[in-house]
């Protein structure tokens, strides 16, 4: 048999994993970079009550994202993330349609991530003062240059990429202890600051109460700060584990994964909190307006206002290198989460397995994202969001499923409440901001669509990884090493032993096959027929002490069937033979039941995934139809 692709939990070359800090460095490029623009936006979406709404956001950090994320990381800890946990909840279509729904979510989060970054990276190019007049308008081109380089780089390859994370976000980090610890110190030598920003929240908002209120309402605008928990639990393959680890149970590397989320989260906490304050009490608010010079760089006007326009451009040159990288911790999730999913379900062509192709789509996708929003910050912010939220909340329910398994009722609640809350913040972002669910609707459609068609135009394809026979089918396929073997396609019903005498009759007369010919069942039993490619196994038994029948399940009953006849050829050198009864009803009807159901008109549809499979015409299995 022609050797198949290998499927998606394939081996891979073992590649040696690195210190759990050192990881956190690269899903820092998504997480901490979010400081290049998250306080100003918090700043435009909450106005004087940010510092206040960030408060709440850490809590639900610290106290909803991270135990979910902990549990997410011991739950799956081969990179795939809440969404194979998902997975593995649900079968049939439903379970495909829901994980590419979730895909598209996926996808909108880290392609707006990589068209995010980049404008905000060219942004702090264009308000540069040294740079200002000679860049003003040239935003979107700037933007687009960025994500060519991006994606030159995995078209190069992406090697040591933790290596350099680890610098950008050491460098980075400094930067902005530097820029906290000096707006924090003018907050404290100037008090008139801190009492006119109360006074405002007094004179806006009555009491403290409201204020709260107020605060506990404006949060979910702020959820861009949550960002970097789906991108923490899909590099958990580069932690390195203890020597006892094993892929089954990877204790060392979830140990690992939990130090990096709970670490980066707390950071990121102080960083949040501070950031909101010194921004919110220094910067005039209509400098954070579209236009102003704080607009998607609030902490790099207090660097250039307080610290120098020296120290302004080594921020900017900073913090343009750790956003413009912050793409490539997103590229690296999509090349992570689609060829995972897509191939195995039939939903892609051969290509989306290899990098190269699929980089230069994915670039070509992020062109479209900045012209369409005109490299704006502030307009991608929405479907930035939706994406991240709709992430954690699936990872919520997922969790809460998990605990509920588990009998783990304290667990169970204190998920559920947690669910509650991400949905609750989900839903109140999509309807202040339905731009969200708009391009995340968008690339749900493209990847239904692009699947679809994919899955349509692969149908007749050989999709069994591997065909492994047990001994007694092993036996039965021996003994026809010096004559072909026969074969009776049967569909068991009751299995009695009238069945098979009556089939065996029926088919020896259609095709006048001679007595003293064998003839052996192959039945073939439909699972899951939304799976598209698995490994094959073949059972063999003897029925009624007589009927010698190979027992095989898979998703589809033509795959199954032409595998096994391309096996039994290059086992025995002999061509087998198969023989089928037609079946009635009207052929596109048929078509539909295959395509969906894995079943339909069997005859015909197993000959032409042996035509192409086998080319060569005398090599090809034998099919009969009486």
């Known amino acids: 048999m022609a050797k198949q692709h290998p499927g998606p939990h394939a081996e891979v070359p ?4 690195r210190r759990w800090w050192r990881v956190m460095c690269l899903t820092g490029l998504d997480y901490f970079s979010t400081l ?3 306080p100003g936006i918090a700043a435009l ?3 004087l009550v940010s510092p206040l709404a960030t408060i ?17 990381a011991q739950e799956s800890p081969h990179g795939q993330g809440s969404i194979a946990m998902l997975e593995r909840l649900l079968s049939f279509w439903q379970g495909k349609l829901f994980v590419l729904t979730l895909l598209g979510f996926a996808a909108t989060d880290f392609m707006i991530t990589i068209t995010l970054s980049a404008a905000d990276a060219s942004a702090h190019l264009v308000e540069n003062p040294h740079l200002h007049s000679a860049l003003t308008g040239k935003q979107v081109l700037l933007t687009m240059i960025m994500i060519a380089l991006l994606g030159a780089v995995f078209l190069k390859g992406f090697s040591e990429a933790i290596g350099l994370a680890v610098v950008l976000v050491a460098v980075y980090l400094s930067l902005n202890v530097v820029v906290v610890a000096n707006g924090l110190w003018h907050v404290l030598s100037e008090p008139h600051l801190f009492s006119e920003w109360t006074d405002a929240l007094t004179t806006e908002h009555g009491n403290a109460l409201a204020m709260i209120g107020v605060a506990l309402i404006v949060f979910p605008k702020l959820a861009l700060g949550l960002s970097g928990f789906e991108t923490g639990v899909a590099v958990m393959p580069h932690i390195e584990g203890d020597p006892d680890d094993t892929e089954e149970k990877p204790t060392g590397r979830i140990r690992g994964a939990r130090k990096l989320l709970t670490t980066a989260a707390a950071i990121m906490s102080v960083f949040l909190i501070t950031t909101s304050f010194i921004t919110t009490l220094l910067i005039p608010a209509d400098q954070f ?5 704080a607009n998607g760089r609030a902490l790099a006007y207090l660097a250039h206002e307080y610290l120098g326009n020296t120290f302004g451009s080594v921020y900017d040159l900073s913090t343009i290198a750790i956003l413009w990288f912050a793409g490539a911790s997103a590229m690296a999730g999509l090349l992570n989460l689609m ?3 897509l191939p195995r379900y039939g939903m892609a062509p051969h290509w989306a397995r290899a990098v190269r192709p699929t980089v230069i789509v994915l670039t070509l996708i992020a062109f479209l994202v900045t012209w369409i929003f005109d490299a704006s910050v502030d307009a991608q912010g929405g479907a930035y969001a939706t994406g991240v939220l709709v992430l954690i909340s699936s990872a919520a329910i ?5 605990a509920h398994k588990a009998g783990q009722r304290g667990w169970r609640a204190g998920f559920a409440v947690i669910a509650a809350v991400f949905l609750y913040t989900t839903a109140v972002n999509i309807a202040e901001r339905p731009d969200g669910v708009k391009i995340g609707a968008c690339f749900i459609a493209a990847i239904m669509l692009v699947s679809f068609l994919s899955r349509l135009k692969r149908a007749f394809e050989l999709r069994v990884t591997d065909v492994v026979l047990d001994d007694v089918a092993e036996r039965f396929v021996r003994d026809y090493i010096h004559r072909p073997l026969r074969l009776i396609a049967n569909e068991p019903n009751s299995r009695d032993l009238a069945e098979y005498r009556d089939k065996i009759h029926q088919i020896r007369r259609d095709n006048d096959i001679p007595a003293e010919d064998d003839l052996v069942f192959v039945e073939v039993t439909v699972l899951d027929p939304s799976d598209f490619e698995a490994e094959l196994t073949v059972r063999g038994e003897v029925l009624h002490e007589r009927y010698r029948v190979l027992t095989l399940e898979s998703s589809s009953v033509p795959n199954a069937l032409a595998a096994l006849l391309l096996r039994v050829r290059d086992l025995t050198g002999q061509q087998p033979h198969i023989y089928f009864e037609w079946t009635e009803g009207n052929p596109f009807a ?11 008109e069997i005859a015909p549809v197993t000959r032409e995934v042996l035509r192409e499979a086998e080319p060569d015409r005398s090599q090809r299995p034998a099919v009969h139809v009486g």
């Open 14 to 17: 073992h590649e040696e994993g």
């Open 339 to 341: 060829p995972r999913y």
């Open 398 to 402: 997922a969790v809460t499923i998990a």
């Open 590 to 600: 048929q078509f539909l039941r295959f395509f969906l159901f894995g079943q339909g």
């Open 289 to 293: 307006k579209a236009g102003g010079q």
């Open 45 to 47: 979406a909450a106005g």
């Open 36 to 38: 290049g623009y998250q």
């Open 56 to 72: 709440v956001l850490v809590i639900v950090t610290l106290l909803g994202a991270l135990p979910v994320y902990r549990r997410v």
